[in-house]
Structures are given as C-alpha cells and as structure tokens.
C-alpha cells in the first residue's frame, strides 16, 4: 500500500506536481526493494479509485502486490511484442506511439517524456494508455527527471477524467516486464521488445455476462470522440 | 432479449418450475431458429440479475445474442478439452462431473440430470457452474425432459443465493459449442469432447485493477466452504 497524501479527500491528481512525483519515486523505491528477493517473478503496480472499481478504501493509494509466477495476462502482452520483433525487427510499443502521434486523432495528452492515447481497440469508454517515448522495458529503471514528464501525464489524463467525466471510477494498472534477476530467461529479449505502460480503465460501463462468455467488450464510446473529448477538457482546464 | 414473466417483481427462481421450463424453451426455440442463418457461428446466452452484475433493467429477463465469430473465451475451453481427449481418450468435463459427485464436497446440488458444484478454481466467493450428466455439446440439443430437471436444478440453485445469500447480483453464462452448419470444421470432435454449461458469478466481490492487470481473481471463499453453506441453504429452504 502507497498512502499519496496525508489529506483525507485529496486525490492523486489535485496534489501538486512534486508531490505526484513523490508517488511514483515510491513505486520505484518499493520495485527495487522488492526485487532483491529472488522468490518473487513479478511486481504488480496498480490504483482502485471508487466503489464501482473496487476501491476499498476512499483516501489517496495505490497498491503494490509481488508474485511468485509471472500473470497470464502478462504474458498475452509479452508473447505479441517478441513475436513482432522476430517478424519486424521493430518494437510494437514504440510503432504504435509513433502512428498514433502521427494520426493525431486518438492522442489525449503529450509531453517530452510521454504519449497517453485512447487505443484503437477501447475495451470501456475512455479508457487511455499512457507510454514512455524512450525504450524501456522496466518501470523501476526510471529516472527522476523521467518521473517528473510521467507525474506531469498522469495529472493531465486524471484532471481530464475528473472534470470532464464526473470523477468517474477508474482502475490504474502499470504493466512493466518481469523480474529477471539478472539471469538469461525466456525473457532475454524484453528490453528490446516490451515497453513498459500504463493503463487506465473508468469504469462507468459494466462488466457482465457479455463481456464474461466471450471476452469481448461492449463500448459504445468511440476511442476518437473519446480522445477529443479529453483533449477538450484539458484545454479547459489549462486555459 | 427474453422476457420471463409478465410479473414485474418475481425473479426467475421465484416463477413455478413449469414457467422456468418455458423460458428454457424459448432458450431452445430462438437458438434453433438462429442457427439457421449461416453468418452465425456462436449464441451466446446470458443472464446480468442486479445492478453490480450490469444489469440495465429489472424486470426478469435473459439475453442472446449471436455472433459471427467465436469468441476467444469459448476456445479458451474447447481447446483444452480437446487436447484432454486426443491425451486420455475422455472427456474432460464428465471426469470433472464424476470426480466432483465421488469427493461431494464442492457439491451443491444433484438431480437424475444435472450436478451444481462450486469449481474448484472459483474465481467469485459462491460461484457455481451446472453441467449435464448426459454428454451433450450443444444445449440446443436438450429433450422437454432435460429441461425439467435443468429449470430445477437452476430453480435450487438461484433460491439458495437468494435466501442465503441476500438476493445477490450475478451473471449467468451459458456456454455451448459453436454452430457448426453440418460442415466438418476444426471443431468436429466437439460432440466427444466438450459439453455444454451453465456458469454462475454472484458479483459481491469486485473486479478491480489486480484482477485486470493479471487475471487472477482474489477470492476470500473457499470453494469447499461455499459449497456446503448452498447445500445447507437449500436444506432449510426445503423443509
């Protein structure tokens, strides 16, 4: 458990900037500690805001869990980035923030450091994905000034998210590349074909037997509205 | 959309098993006259009660819908059990069925038709999935028979999470086997291998970022434990 603030009804994204920093130089610091323990395989960073996304709690945290296997969903991201680097010679991540930079019409927010995205295959309405511009397979390899560009994203897409959408309910996942402990695993390639991300999913449309029997989610957001609406916002916003 | 009683306040379970009997038939009915558009290769029948299950309205009501793909989840179970087959020569879900009645203690509920148990693996605190004693892969298939010992089976089963557990929301999942026109396709051995069934998943526990950044559920309830307060549940509801 990250605790973000000492104040009971402030959320991550009304903190100042600095502070947000100061949550994400958690994340790292916990990563790193527990990565010296060689039983775990996987560190799992992620953030319930609200009841309809689980939350147990009201004030300001998020959560960090270590495993002992590496998750199956995991390895559904891991597997397609190795198998179009083998295909392609080229990064998925890193062709996917390029098109949609240059497509301009799913692009929520932008900085030096990062490009937060609706993606082309929304599972919820506005539902984002945020990735760093540089390759990097692990989260906890982050530098401080990386951290200030991702705490500066962060509060955009949130703010964007709480203004224009009500402060809806939202899960935060963060999807960095197993532990390797410094040994020659299956997962050698990782820091050239898997990069690092976070994705955040509002939860303001079910989930129910639909989406249960067969996997497949009903959205009737379309992920281009979705982003103009957020952009909109935070022109709003910032103006 | 299946409407399942003219009644605006009576859950499916609280209908006599003769009406229960009737929306199963209309299961049947609407199956039967889908499949014979050759566009479609799967129906997906399914069932959100309560608000936290996604559910839209609150009269009783069932839902298909039919796809022109088969979906991910449902080969997420016709390949194992197909791979189960070709390495022992059985069928998965009758050794489940047989091993499940033989230890009864994730039994929920038996009749000359059906078994209810609670999987071993539940992903929800109370979930219970229903399978035929008869090999069957397609539900449509069912005789009048097997759908009076089918609407009692649901019948026990919804009345003991409504008496015992407080009237919960769920999603009820029918998975059977994908339509297959009478053409042989990759999915011709599913007549030995596979067998329709009926998943159920109280919603009390929440799906939160842990769930979606792994695919592990968290589940504070013993399968074994669930199992046995149904079983006694539906005792006091039937004495």
Chains 1, 2 share one sequence.
């Not at 009500?166 to 963060?174: D, F, G, I, K, R």
């Amino acid at each position: 458990m990250v605790v973000e603030t000492p104040e009971p009804n402030l959320a991550l994204e009304e903190q100042p900037l600095s502070n947000i920093v100061e949550v994400l130089k958690a994340f790292r610091a916990r990563s790193l500690d527990l990565m010296k323990d060689g039983r775990f395989k996987y560190l799992m960073i992620f953030k319930n805001v609200g009841a309809q996304a689980g939350a147990s709690q009201r004030h300001a945290h998020s959560q960090i869990i270590a495993l002992p296997v590496i998750p199956l969903a995991l390895k559904e991201k891991l597997n397609p980035c190795r198998e179009y680097f083998v295909e392609k010679d080229r990064n998925l991540y890193e062709d996917i923030l390029r098109n949609e930079i240059k497509e301009e019409e799913r692009m929520v927010y932008e900085n030096a450091g990062y490009g937060v995205m609706c993606p082309f295959a929304s599972r919820f309405p506005f539902e984002v994905v945020l990735m760093p511009k540089q390759q990097r397979a692990d989260f906890h390899a982050c530098k401080d000034h990386d951290l200030v560009l991702l705490a500066d994203a962060l509060k955009h897409v949130l703010m964007a998210y709480r203004q224009g959408l009500n402060v809806p309910s939202y899960n935060l996942v963060l999807h960095t590349a197993p532990i390797r402990h410094g040994k020659q695993t299956r997962w050698h390639t990782l820091d050239f074909d898997f990069r690092w991300h976070i994705e955040i999913l509002p939860r303001m449309s079910g989930i129910a037997g639909f989406e249960f029997g067969t996997g497949f989610h009903i959205n009737p957001v379309l992920p281009e509205e979705a982003a103009r609406f957020l952009r909109e916002v935070n022109a709003g916003v910032n103006e």
